[in-house]
């Protein structure tokens, strides 16, 4: 019959028994995380796989290139992350994002003075794939996203901001206060507006209108049609979407 | 070169606001620019080498009937003056308060010096006189570019020419359509 142990012997006791016990969580702990990293390393080594016998696939579906992206992003691979690497030289992705990122400059620059910096995400891909030509890769509007997402560390300012029921892109940094995006999302369907229409379906007051027609109009977003009987406000971003001259 | 087919108008010129002057001064700027460019695009393909102001802004050109809009005068005014400006049109009016007509350059009076003095030199005419009407109204230049050339242009685009010492002009006081030009 064991006795009770009392006092010191007691301490000594429970004191060996938790570094056991500690030692052996440790033990467990390390095979669990050997265990993880072998599955990582072989999922790693699967998803390389994967990618080599869908490289085709990958480089010239826009669909699928998507969901790899987010597979990829999911378990924190990113094929983005350098030019260099297993990535960029299986998939040829970094020159891919970056080659697109440089024709999305220059066509929102080569447009904004025709539409004060603001450009429907649909008409800026369409104008994209013009300057790509016929031959090029083919590129989806979640292409468009993601090179806009690497230019960010450039500093460009480009930002996606959602008017009405469309995606666009804005080139010039700048925040569209709650009333700005409310006019340019009623002049989305007609491109235009006129203070009456605004009127009507805000209820707000004519001065407050007035007001933000006049900094649309001070950041060249819309012109103004003085030959009607009522002004009406033009925006340029809605009337012109073919930008495959410029 | 007298082609008849119809001008064919950018797709601005179906855009409402494009015929009011806009008070946005860079977007003003932009405008008066595609103005320019239409106005050059227009005369050069209908051959239209003086513009009367009052005429033409009732003309297809200023007036899109299609839409109906119409770039008022004052604004025809200040896109032509940006285009004296830069030596592409020039008054003929020489008092600032009545100006009306102008002479639209869409090629500059270099550049139409260079192409009849190569003309010239094409059909080896060198050293033998021409009237100014025989070089720019008779079927001799028919198909040339500067055939049908407004009178005055052509003395500007000449003394362009007598200046490097490459033609001179032999006036005649009695009958200025009959003045002459030889070329060396």
Same mark, same amino acid.
């Given at each position: 019959?064991?006795?009770?142990?009392?006092?010191?012997?007691?301490?000594?006791?429970?004191?060996?028994?938790?570094?056991?016990?500690?030692?052996?969580?440790?033990?467990?702990?390390?095979?669990?995380?050997?265990?993880?990293?072998?599955?990582?390393?072989?999922?790693?080594?699967?998803?390389?796989?994967?990618?080599?016998?869908?490289?085709?696939?990958?480089?010239?579906?826009?669909?699928?290139?998507?969901?790899?992206?987010?597979?990829?992003?999911?378990?924190?691979?990113?094929?983005?992350?350098?030019?260099?690497?297993?990535?960029?030289?299986?998939?040829?992705?970094?020159?891919?994002?970056?080659?697109?990122?440089?024709?999305?400059?220059?066509?929102?620059?080569?447009?904004?003075?025709?539409?004060?910096?603001?450009?429907?995400?649909?008409?800026?891909?369409?104008?994209?794939?013009?300057?790509?030509?016929?031959?090029?890769?083919?590129?989806?509007?979640?292409?468009?996203?993601?090179?806009?997402?690497?230019?960010?560390?450039?500093?460009?300012?480009?930002?996606?901001?959602?008017?009405?029921?469309?995606?666009?892109?804005?080139?010039?940094?700048?925040?569209?206060?709650?009333?700005?995006?409310?006019?340019?999302?009623?002049?989305?369907?007609?491109?235009? @507006?006129?203070?009456?229409?605004?009127?009507?379906?805000?209820?707000?007051?004519?001065?407050?209108?007035?007001?933000?027609?006049?900094?649309?109009?001070?950041?060249?977003?819309?012109?103004?049609?003085?030959?009607?009987?009522?002004?009406?406000?033009?925006?340029?971003?809605?009337?012109?979407?073919?930008?495959?001259?410029? | 070169?007298?082609?008849?087919?119809?001008?064919?108008?950018?797709?601005?010129?179906?855009?409402?606001?494009?015929? @009011?002057?806009?008070?946005?001064?860079?977007?003003?700027?932009?405008?008066?620019?595609?103005?320019?460019?239409?106005?050059?695009?227009?005369?050069?393909?209908?051959?239209?080498?003086?513009?009367?102001?009052?005429?033409?802004?009732?003309?297809?050109?200023?007036?899109? @009937?299609?839409?109906?809009?119409?770039?008022?005068?004052?604004?025809?005014?200040?896109?032509?003056?940006?285009?004296?400006?830069?030596?592409?049109?020039?008054?003929?009016?020489?008092?600032?308060?009545?100006?009306?007509?102008?002479?639209?350059?869409?090629?500059?009076?270099?550049?139409?010096?260079?192409?009849?003095?190569?003309?010239?030199?094409?059909?080896?005419?060198?050293?033998?006189?021409?009237?100014?009407?025989?070089?720019?109204?008779?079927?001799?230049?028919?198909?040339?570019?500067?055939?049908?050339?407004?009178?005055?242009?052509?003395?500007?685009?000449?003394?362009?020419?007598?200046?490097?010492?490459?033609?001179?002009?032999?006036?005649?006081?009695?009958?200025?359509?009959?003045?002459?030009?030889?070329?060396?």
């Amino acid at each position: 019959m064991s006795r009770r142990r009392v006092g010191l012997s007691r301490i000594h006791y429970e004191m060996s028994n938790k570094e056991h016990f500690r030692e052996i969580g440790n033990n467990i702990a390390a095979v669990e995380v050997e265990q993880l990293q072998n599955q990582l390393a072989v999922f790693k080594t699967n998803l390389e796989e994967f990618a080599q016998k869908h490289q085709k696939k990958i480089r010239s579906n826009p669909a699928f290139r998507t969901q790899f992206q987010k597979m990829c992003q999911q378990i924190g691979v990113d094929p983005l992350a350098s030019n260099k690497g297993f990535w960029a030289d299986l998939l040829g992705f970094g020159d891919f994002y970056y080659e697109l990122g440089i024709q999305i400059i220059e066509v929102c620059i080569n447009s904004r003075h025709i539409n004060g910096g603001l450009i429907a995400m649909d008409d800026l891909r369409r104008a994209v794939e013009v300057r790509r030509g016929a031959r090029a890769q083919e590129i989806n509007n979640d292409d468009i996203v993601q090179a806009i997402k690497n230019l960010a560390p450039l500093g460009s300012g480009f930002q996606i901001v959602e008017i009405g029921s469309q995606k666009m892109v804005q080139s010039i940094p700048r925040e569209f206060n709650t009333d700005q995006s409310r006019i340019l999302s009623i002049s989305q369907l007609t491109g235009f @507006t006129t203070i009456t229409q605004v009127a009507n379906e805000t209820g707000w007051a004519p001065e407050r209108i007035v007001t933000i027609m006049d900094m649309l109009l001070r950041d060249g977003l819309c012109w103004i049609d003085l030959q009607h009987s009522e002004p009406q406000y033009w925006f340029p971003t809605y009337f012109f979407s073919e930008y495959s001259k410029i | 070169m007298d082609s008849p087919t119809s001008f064919q108008f950018p797709p601005v010129y179906d855009f409402p606001p494009f015929f @009011t002057r806009q008070p946005t001064l860079s977007t003003w700027q932009d405008q008066a620019k595609q103005w320019q460019t239409l106005v050059l695009n227009y005369c050069r393909h209908q051959r239209q080498f003086r513009l009367t102001l009052s005429e033409a802004a009732n003309s297809e050109l200023f007036n899109n @009937t299609a839409i109906g809009r119409k770039l008022p005068l004052a604004a025809i005014h200040e896109v032509i003056q940006l285009m004296v400006d830069q030596g592409r049109a020039e008054w003929l009016d020489d008092k600032k308060t009545s100006r009306n007509q102008c002479l639209i350059y869409w090629h500059s009076p270099e550049e139409w010096a260079d192409l009849i003095y190569q003309w010239i030199q094409d059909r080896a005419l060198n050293n033998s006189v021409l009237t100014l009407y025989e070089l720019t109204h008779d079927d001799l230049s028919q198909g040339a570019e500067f055939h049908g050339m407004d009178a005055l242009m052509l003395r500007r685009v000449l003394s362009t020419l007598v200046s490097k010492g490459k033609a001179q002009v032999f006036h005649n006081d009695e009958a200025a359509n009959e003045a002459g030009v030889k070329f060396f």
